[in-house]
């Protein structure tokens, strides 16, 4: 992996209690993103983050916050979780430098499997 | 609003081909294909910008018709590593840095 790691990888909670996942990397990026996979949506994004704290929702945001006080963690919060938020989380980050100049290509996390029970 | 992938699963042998597509209802700046293996994170294979560069892969080929929205991926000669469920992410609008937004996916599997 290019220096992104979520954590935890595997978590079960109950409904109404908060949550926070984390996405840490050492690339240095300065775009990152939290997306949700359920099976038949493939990959919806919740919230994503142009900078320090600069942050903007997304398609499924919901539910959902987020923090970013340093350029290597960015942070998902619910709430309080509720069973439809069970799902894979994955968080990925870009650049528009490097061979792919102009364009944000993502990186993934190895993801975090959430179960609210 | 999510692009279109289609079909939703092929089923192939070893040697054989397949073609996926992706559709999108708005103007694009960008076709992205991903793979993911079964348990594991998604994994650039491409890029196609709009005016037709396209970076990334050696063996999988893609097009991106930008009047049509549409974006189709070329996997010959399939090998069992091609295993996993692709999918296509689109960038509208008229910056390279919009967000990406990703199809339903297509599950390919690649028998001996």
């Known amino acids: 992996d290019a220096g992104i790691t979520q954590s935890p990888r595997h978590k079960v909670t109950e409904t109404g209690t908060p949550v926070t996942l984390r996405c840490h990397q050492t690339?240095?990026?300065?775009?990152m993103y939290w997306y949700r996979q359920d099976p038949g949506h493939g990959l919806r994004l919740i919230h994503y983050?142009?900078?320090?704290?600069?942050?903007d929702k997304g398609e499924v945001s919901d539910g959902y916050s987020v923090s970013r006080s340093k350029t290597e963690d960015f942070l998902l919060t619910l709430e309080s979780a509720t069973s439809s938020q069970t799902s894979v989380y994955f968080c990925?980050?870009?650049?528009?430098?490097?061979?792919?100049?102009?364009?944000?290509?993502?990186?993934f996390g190895a993801g975090s499997r959430l179960t609210v029970l | 609003q999510q692009p279109v992938q289609s079909p939703q699963a092929v089923i192939l042998r070893e040697g054989e081909d397949a073609v996926i597509n992706c559709s999108s209802s708005k103007a694009l700046y960008s076709v992205h294909w991903y793979r993911q293996k079964h348990g594991e994170a998604p994994v650039f294979l491409m890029i196609l910008l709009k005016g037709g560069e396209q970076k990334g892969h050696e063996k999988i080929s893609a097009s991106f018709n930008e009047k049509k929205q549409q974006s189709s991926l070329y996997l010959t000669a399939s090998q069992l590593s091609y295993s996993g469920t692709y999918f296509c992410g689109t960038v509208a609008g008229g910056t390279s840095y919009g967000k990406l937004t990703f199809g339903q996916g297509t599950i390919l599997t690649v028998h001996p």
């Open positions: 990925a980050i870009s650049d528009l430098g490097g061979a792919y100049s102009g364009a944000n290509v993502l990186t």
């Open positions: 690339e240095n990026h300065r775009y």
């Open positions: 983050s142009y900078g320090v704290k600069d942050t």
